[in-house]
């Protein structure tokens, strides 16, 4: 699991009250930091220091304290592959447009 990280306290805020998770108190942290990862619609999370992140580094981080169902967590703790794949519609290539936009049908031929 590749897990990610938030510092922001208005965003983990945003995930402890939509998960109605209550067991997490952030006034117990001097700097919390949020470290989550998805995995088959559900997120796994756990609230760090700053501090011991930054010195045994992201990569080190191998469980989570908590998991909730994706569909209680905030949009932006969504998978990055869903949001990669949206933006590939956007992406039309210029050629591709020219070509739709210079095709012609022709007319029937009346019988």
Same mark, same amino acid.
């Given at each position: 699991? !590749?897990?990610?990280?938030? @510092? +922001?306290?208005?965003?983990?805020?945003? &995930?402890? +009250? #939509? @998960?109605?998770?209550?067991?997490?108190? #952030?006034?117990?942290?001097?700097?919390?930091?949020?470290? $989550? /990862?998805?995995?088959?619609?559900? /997120?796994?999370? /756990?609230?760090?220091? @700053?501090?011991?992140?930054?010195?045994?580094?992201? /990569?080190?981080? %191998?469980? $989570? *304290?908590?998991?909730? %169902?994706? #569909?209680?967590?905030? =949009?932006?703790?969504? !998978?990055?592959?869903?949001?990669? +794949? +949206? =933006? =590939? %519609?956007? !992406?039309? %290539?210029?050629? =591709?447009?020219? &070509?739709?936009?210079? &095709?012609?049908?022709?007319? *029937?031929?009346?019988?």
């Amino acid at each position: 699991m !590749d897990f990610r990280k938030e @510092s +922001d306290p208005k965003k983990i805020r945003e &995930l402890l +009250d #939509l @998960s109605e998770n209550h067991k997490v108190e #952030l006034r117990h942290y001097k700097n919390p930091v949020l470290v $989550w /990862a998805v995995s088959d619609g559900t /997120a796994y999370y /756990a609230i760090w220091e @700053s501090e011991l992140l930054e010195r045994f580094g992201l /990569a080190s981080v %191998d469980g $989570w *304290d908590f998991e909730e %169902d994706l #569909l209680f967590c905030p =949009d932006w703790m969504g !998978d990055q592959e869903e949001e990669e +794949d +949206d =933006d =590939d %519609d956007e !992406d039309i %290539d210029e050629e =591709d447009l020219n &070509l739709i936009c210079n &095709l012609k049908l022709k007319p *029937d031929k009346e019988k």
